[in-house]
């Protein structure tokens, strides 16, 4: 069975920095892509960052020039650096592993979420 484990989300003041990581736990053979979405209060979740296995990556425009997503695909982990937050960047995140393959299956599979609040 896969897991996601989610961890660095917390309280930050505008223009500071915090750093998301979210771990892929089981026997997997391969993630095709893992990202980050968010969900506001009131909002839709949307989708904030995303990276292939190949290493492309595609961000939300919102968040361009500021979050930075990383992975290992040898630790089935990923990892969104988040600099100079806004308090529009309050929500909880979730990790999100699409097409992940295991001896007995292929899916999609969802962290817990992780909340992340920036004060003014």
């Known amino acids: 069975q896969v897991q996601l484990v989610e961890s660095g989300g917390g309280l930050v003041q505008v223009g500071g920095s915090l750093r998301l990581s979210c771990a892929a736990s089981g026997i997997i053979f391969s993630i095709d892509a893992m990202g980050w979405y968010r969900q506001a209060p009131g909002k839709q979740r949307e989708l904030v960052a995303a990276?292939?296995?190949?290493?492309?990556?595609n961000y939300a425009d919102s968040v361009k020039g500021r979050f930075t997503i990383s992975r290992d695909n040898a630790k089935s982990t990923v990892s969104l650096q988040m600099n100079n937050l806004k308090p529009e960047d309050t929500a909880v995140y979730y990790c999100n592993a699409d097409r992940v393959r295991t001896r007995a299956s292929i899916g999609d599979y969802w962290g817990q979420g992780t909340q992340v609040t920036v004060s003014s």
């Open positions: 990276i292939t296995s190949g290493g492309s990556t």
